[in-house]
T-cell receptor, first 116, second 116 residues
Framework: DGGITQSPKYLFRKEGQNVTLSCEQN?????MYWYRQDPGQGLRLIYY???????QKGDIAEGYSVSREKKESFPLTVTSAQKNPTAFYLC???????????????FGQGTRLTVV | AQKITQTQPGMFVQEKEAVTLDCTYD???????LFWYKQPSSGEMIFLIY??????QNATEGRYSLNFQKARKSANLVISASQLGDSAMYFC?????????????FGKGTMLLVSP
């Protein structure tokens, strides 16, 4: 089945450690995104990528890093520089962002990160 | 910049009744799309319905319809004949198409509870 796979579903990290969240898609989508969701809040964009080897900062990129070496994969690293990393992280993908397309995003099931 | 406002933190409805979830938006781009997503307690985001800014008719998808009032910049979601399984968070989102690297901007969401 086509879709987006995020792993792991739950992740615990000690303060001061970097951690990488995995996101893989087999939808042949060009664009991929990472969002952060805090309780009672909407989704805030961390990073996005339209093509391989290119990515752009979103609204809250500080303390995060990404790579896009393959079309199917867009891993997110939460670094020790992120002050408050405990949150629910959602990865998404969509067709290219060309004008006029009804390009809804398809989401993974999310990773809940807790810093202990 | 785009902005989505959802003013209802929570809504209650009885099973089989209709319910309207409010969404207003702000953008200077004349070409944009509006999306509604459902997020059950499991966390995944499920795409429900799409409305383009130039679409002449309001979008409908089964029990979901979008009450699009362009002059008022509102895109309310109407769920007819509510079911217990409709209990979830609902997010309104938009994408402006002429903004170059356009991405989805989300509102803070409305929690819908359907009672028997």
């Amino acid at each position: 089945d086509g879709g987006i796979t995020q792993s792991p579903k739950y992740l615990f990290r000690k303060e001061g450690q970097n951690v990488t969240l995995s996101c893989e898609q087999n939808l042949n989508h060009d664009a991929m995104y990472w969002y952060r969701q805090d309780p009672g809040q909407g989704l805030r964009l961390i990073y996005y990528s339209q093509i391989v080897n290119d990515f752009q900062k979103g609204d809250i990129a500080e303390g995060y890093s990404v790579s896009r070496e393959k079309k199917e994969s867009f891993p997110l690293t939460v670094t020790s520089a992120q002050k408050n990393p405990t949150a629910f992280y959602l990865c998404a993908s969509s067709l290219g962002l060309s004008r006029g397309q009804n390009t809804e995003a398809f989401f993974g099931q999310g990773t809940r990160l807790t810093v202990v | 910049a785009q902005k989505i406002t959802q003013t209802q933190p929570g809504m209650f409805v009885q099973e089989k009744e209709a319910v309207t979830l409010d969404c207003t938006y702000d953008t200077s781009d004349p070409s944009y799309g509006l999306f509604w997503y459902k997020q059950p307690s499991s966390g995944e985001m499920i795409f429900l319905i799409y409305q383009g800014s130039y679409d002449q008719q309001n979008a409908t998808e089964g029990r979901y319809s979008l009450n699009f009032q362009k002059a008022r910049k509102s895109a309310n979601l109407v769920i007819s004949a509510s079911q217990l399984g409709d209990s979830a968070m609902y997010f309104c989102a938009m994408r402006a198409f002429n903004s170059g690297y356009s991405t989805l901007t989300f509102g803070k969401g409305t929690m819908l509870l359907v009672s028997p």
